[in-house]
């Protein structure tokens, strides 16, 4: 009984996690018109989220966030 309950929370969660990825990069998108970055920030920044929505079209939803958190720090979000 405590397996199916693990397992049918660790779904959930996955669910949930999955639905985050775009309003993180919704995020960053909003943030990346009006960001003062660097010229090598700004590549670093849209190649993090191009990651990141390439994962989550995969189903990689961990590393999807990955690579999103790593674009929203150099953008200060």
């Known amino acids: 009984m405590k397996k199916i309950v693990f397992v049918a929370l660790s779904l959930a969660a996955g669910i949930v996690f999955a639905h985050n990825c775009p309003n993180e990069m919704k995020a960053i998108d909003a943030k990346m018109s009006m960001a003062n970055l ?3 920030d700004m590549t670093k920044v849209k190649s ?17 966030m990955k690579a999103l958190g790593e674009a929203k720090k150099i953008l200060g979000i």
Not at 48 to 64: F, I, M
């Open 38 to 40: 660097s010229p090598a």
């Open 48 to 64: 993090l989220r191009e990651e990141g929505e390439k994962q989550h079209k995969a189903g990689n939803h961990g590393e999807s």
